[in-house]
């Protein structure tokens, strides 16, 4: 018995003798060690974390499938340098590793590992943050031929009655809401009753000023302003014709309120609005466009990329107006 007992005193010795010495190990490591030898305890090593060496494997490997030369989702582009700086300028690039509030989670389906994102972290804390650069989009200013007194269907009649009333539910494709179909010209003329040179005589124009129960969009939809029923007006006066024109293209100062507020009024805000919030997403305001850009839905969605929902549904967004979102996001939202 006292030979058991002895033998037993002997194991419970040398168990606390190994577990002091790896305590005095671990407690020198980290009260001794100089402030960069720490980075190399355990098996996440940060010491000399480089582009080239680290940051771009790790991208390779996780990001490239989806934001490639061929197939940038959401505008962003991990295959360059220059390009994926700019996820980290807008806070894109760590906000969606790191699952932050915001942020749609990347890679979709397999979180990185903590090691992966504490090198990517450690890398961008160390950047020289003046070499990032503000966009890749140059400053370009197309010269409109627009004539300042005619309204033009494709520019400004389709996508304000596609994005207030060819909804679903109410006047797109497959709902066609009492017959009547409002997701092209012939259509809008010809189930819209509408008579080219008189508003008053066309029942789609009636509809948006009536003030019964027949007011178009109905409630709780936001009736279209008086600036746009104007438009629609002036266009019917005009002849109501399927007319196009270039409106030109200024990249050079790109802003929420001069640019991008009038783009999102004219696509998005009839099905995105406070009081119908379509895909129970709302545009009302320049901190929910922010929202939507940080998170990458906003452009994965009007550039109709495979994972997000086709915006607007009806009429793809022109290469110019894509690329005045591109340039707003990438110069850090300008208000």
């Not at 494709?154 to 809401?177: E, F, M, R, Y």
């Not at 129960?213 to 005009?238: A, S, V």
């Not at 998005?268 to 119908?276: P, V």
Request: charged fraction near 20%; include cysteine; proline fraction near 5%.
């Amino acid at each position: 018995m006292k030979v058991i007992l002895r033998r037993f005193t002997s194991i419970i010795f040398l168990f606390l003798f190994v577990t002091g010495i790896s305590c005095t190990n671990y407690q020198f490591e980290q009260y001794f060690l100089p402030e960069a030898e720490k980075d190399v305890i355990g098996e996440c090593d940060l010491l000399d974390i480089s582009y080239d060496s680290t940051i771009s494997q790790i991208l390779q490997q996780n990001c490239t499938a989806c934001h490639n030369n061929n197939s940038a989702a959401a505008g962003y582009n991990y295959e360059d340098y220059d390009l994926a700086l700019l996820s980290v300028r807008d806070g894109s690039l760590l906000g969606t590793i790191d699952n932050e509030s915001g942020f749609s989670p990347m890679p979709p389906g397999n979180t990185l590992d903590s090691c992966s994102i504490e090198k990517i972290r450690t890398w961008i804390v160390n950047l020289d943050q003046d070499s990032i650069p503000v966009d890749t989009i140059p400053d370009i200013e197309i010269v409109s031929n627009c004539d300042p007194d005619t309204v033009y269907f494709q520019n400004t009649i389709l996508p304000l009655v596609v994005s207030s009333c060819a909804t679903t539910g109410c006047h797109d494709q497959d709902s066609h809401k009492d017959g009547i179909i409002l997701t092209d010209y012939s259509s809008i003329l010809r189930t819209g009753k509408i008579k080219p040179g008189d508003p008053g005589d066309s029942e789609f124009f009636e509809s948006l000023t009536d003030d019964d129960d027949d007011l178009m969009p109905p409630p709780p939809n936001q009736p279209l302003t008086d600036d746009q029923i104007l438009l629609i007006n002036q266009w019917i006066l005009q002849g109501a014709q399927d007319n196009a024109c270039n409106d030109g293209c200024d990249t050079t100062n790109v802003t929420f309120a001069e640019t991008i507020w009038p783009v999102m009024q004219k696509y998005c805000t009839g099905c995105h609005s406070t009081a119908s919030p379509g895909g129970g997403i709302t545009i009302s305001s320049y901190g929910d466009l922010v929202t939507l850009a940080g998170n990458g839905s906003l452009m994965g969605s009007v550039r109709f990329e495979s994972g997000y929902s086709n915006m607007p549904t009806n009429q793809q967004l022109s290469e110019c107006n894509i690329n005045l979102l591109q340039k707003w996001i990438n110069d850090g939202f300008t208000e």
